[in-house]
Structure formats: C-alpha cells, structure tokens
C-alpha cells in the first residue's frame, strides 16, 4: 500500500524554491501565497511543477483565512528576512516586514502535523537571541496568544508570559515540539555558500522527535577532487596538476566521511552556452547576458572552482559583487537568470517572469530547491513515523486553560 499523500500550504512562496523542494520531497501543494505580483507570475508560469489542484493566490496574507486547510500535514513559510539579514537595514522585529505574528496565525488556524520556516542566518546574531527563543516558543504554544495577536511590537511582554507557561509545564491545546538548525546549502549539493536557518515544529500528539537532514557533500571530499585525486577536473575534461601524497589528504579523506563534493559554479554552468549581452538564447530561457559588471573592493565576484557566493536580492538593485561570475583572468560579468537559477538548483525549464533585476531579485531571496527538499524530506520521515507508531497521544480539541495560570494571557480557542 502506497503511503498517504502529505499535503501542504506555504505562505510568502516568492519565486517557488522551497515550494519546488517540499513538492520534491512528497507534499502535495494546496495552497501557495504571495503578495508580489512578478513572483505570483513565475509560479503562475510554472503551475505543472506544483499540480493543476494547488491554489496560487496573490494577495495580501493579512487578509487570508486559513480555516479551510484545518489539520494539514505541513504549514511551510519562508517568512520574509530582509528584517533579520545582515546586509539589509537591521531593525530586525521592529520592521513592518516582520511577519512571524502571520505564519504563528496560520499555525493556529490550520493547525498542521508539521511546521517549516526558514529565514536568514543574521537571525541568530546574538542581539536576536529573545527574539529567536520568542519564535520558538510561540510555536510551541500557538494558542497562548497576546492580547493584539498581529502587532508585532508586543512581543517582549509576551515572551514573559510564554516562559511563564513553559515553566508551569503546559500542555492543554495545540503544542508543539520544536527544533532549529542552522544549514549550509553547499553541504546539500548546492553550489553556493548560503546559510541559512530551519525552525522545524511538529505536533506533539504525534509523538515523534524530528532529526535534523545529515550532509551529503563536503568541502573536503571537494579538496581531495581537486588536489589529490583530480577527479573533479577529469570530470570536467581539463588537466591540472595534483598531489596524490599532498600532506593534508589524510585528514580531508577523514573529514570527508561518505559525502559527495561540494558543487562548484564550474558544476553550476556546465553545458550552458557562454551568454551574450542583450541577447536571448533560443534553447535556454532566461539566458541572456547582461552588460555593466564590475570588481571593487568586497565585491570581487565568484570563482568558478569554488560554490559561489550567497547569491543576494539586495535593497536597491542588484548588489553586483554577489551576482558575479570571476574569471580565471580575473575579469567579471554578471550571471544571467538562467546561471543563478542553476546556482539555486531551480530545474532548467522553470521559467522567470519580470525584468533581469527583477527576477534576480527572486532567485535572490529563494530557498535553494535542494536545500528545501533536504530539510522537507526529514519532516515527511518524521511524519511517516508516526503513521507507523503504534501509539498516539490523541490531540485535544480544545486548549486547557486551567492547566496553567498566567492571568495576562488570552488562550484561543480552537
């Protein structure tokens, strides 16, 4: 017997790539939510990637009710980090872009088996630590909320009240376990440098404990590629001079484990045709080169034998260092849409709308798909273990109350 399908809303979808990844990993999209018009236009155009049945609404998510997805497998949410990313402007909770008060609404209301969101390593800086621990614990209790539920300003006295409840042990209404991790996507075949970090929720009536994705690729089994077998140049049909007895092959060899290497953008652009300026490519869409590209200090651009840089969206335009392809004789050029959807590991036949800024502004701000699936595909073991499981705490229809007493707290119903 085929095991159930899982089924998934994601809000604040932008380009699609965690959308593309939880899809890759067995969750079938009911709903995807975007507020940008030319975001809602790229996954509009590429509907057949995310099922005839999953719903793209563009609107504002403010004025969505998530009532109808009651008792989902998986709320997914990449809520938007230029509040938390450290190249943006830094105010953090106090942004009007701060969203988590909308993804813990959608928890409450659509109360799902699992919970995925992702945002930007700059969360965990150390002056975010109470409102890191405000995340978790919101999640864990999605129905103790503040008297104003959606005004993001009042989180601090909440979080009192959310330690108090933590504290007396409570546990009536809808709970949940919580973890967090923070990824690198290159460990996950990604070719790209690009941290960032998971909060993974699932329901604790479940009764299961979700395990983190393990690694599959490593700058070390990259290092033994390149310097000492010379693999990776094979592979790539051109000859370089290795070190088969180079002092430090021991140690990547044991650093290495089992893990594939580490992609590089040599791997990223391998069989793409060199771009030209202002011209499209017939066969490869959104392939067209673009002029203007400089090196300056900081922003030098990326290597070709390495992952590349965190690829950025950028406040205003496109930040070039981040965006840039650095030759081997130094000289730069922009990626193209088509290279950076490669280097996000979005298939090739998945289409970008809007202009070239535009749409490197979307790939900027996705999840690479591989990354996503990684982290998807351990959220759908965790929940398949539970169908397995032959005991359940059963979930209780109602939030207890009296289980704990915290007269500042409204508890909502369910």
Not at 50 to 68: L, P
Not at 320 to 341: D, H, I, K, Q, S
Request: aromatic share 8%.
């Amino acid at each position: 017997m085929n095991p159930p399908q899982l089924k998934s809303i994601e809000l604040f979808t932008g380009a699609g790539g965690l959308a593309l990844g939880t899809a890759a990993a067995g969750f079938d999209h009911r709903l995807l939510l975007e507020f940008n018009r030319d975001a809602c236009k790229t996954l509009r155009a590429n509907q057949s990637a995310f099922g005839s049945d999953c719903e793209i609404h563009e609107g504002d998510v403010k004025q969505f009710s998530f009532d109808r997805f009651a008792d989902i497998d998986l709320v997914a949410a990449g809520a938007p980090c230029q509040p938390f990313s450290i190249g943006g402007k830094h105010r953090a909770h106090r942004d009007d872009r701060n969203l988590f008060p909308q993804v813990f609404r959608a928890v409450r209301e659509a109360r799902p088996k699992a919970v995925i969101i992702e945002n930007v390593k700059g969360l965990l800086r150390s002056s975010l630590s109470d409102f890191v621990e405000y995340v978790e614990l919101q999640l864990s209790y999605p129905e103790i909320i503040p008297d104003d539920p959606l005004d993001p300003s009042n989180w601090p006295e909440h979080l009192k009240a959310l330690r108090r409840a933590k504290h007396a042990g409570h546990s009536g209404g809808l709970t949940y376990g919580v973890g967090r991790v923070l990824l690198n996507s290159a460990n996950f075949g990604v070719p790209q440098i690009r941290e960032r970090v998971f909060f993974v929720a699932l329901r604790r009536d479940l009764d299961v404990e979700w395990v983190p994705p393990k690694r599959t690729h490593s700058e070390a089994a990259l290092r033994l590629a390149q310097q000492v077998t010379g693999a990776y140049w094979e592979r790539h049909g051109l000859r370089r001079k290795t070190h088969p007895t180079h002092p430090h092959a021991g140690k990547w060899l044991r650093e290495s484990g089992k893990t594939d290497a580490w992609k590089t953008v040599r791997d990223a652009l391998h069989g793409l045709p060199e771009p030209v300026a202002g011209v499209p490519n017939e066969d490869w869409p959104n392939h067209i080169g673009q002029s203007g590209a400089r090196s300056y200090p900081g922003h030098t651009g990326s290597p070709l034998d390495r992952p590349a840089k965190t690829l950025k969206a950028g406040v205003h335009g496109v930040p070039g260092g981040e965006n840039m392809l650095r030759r081997p004789n130094g000289t730069v050029r922009y990626f193209t849409v088509r290279e950076a959807a490669r280097i996000q590991t979005f298939p090739d036949d998945y289409i970008f709308s809007g202009a070239w800024g535009e749409a490197m502004r979307q790939i900027g701000n996705a999840v690479p798909v591989c990354l996503a699936q990684a982290v998807a595909r351990s959220v759908a073991q965790a929940l398949a273990r539970a169908v397995s499981a032959p005991h359940q705490r059963r979930p209780q229809s109602r939030p207890l109350a009296e289980q704990v007493e915290i007269p500042e707290l409204l508890i909502a119903s369910a």
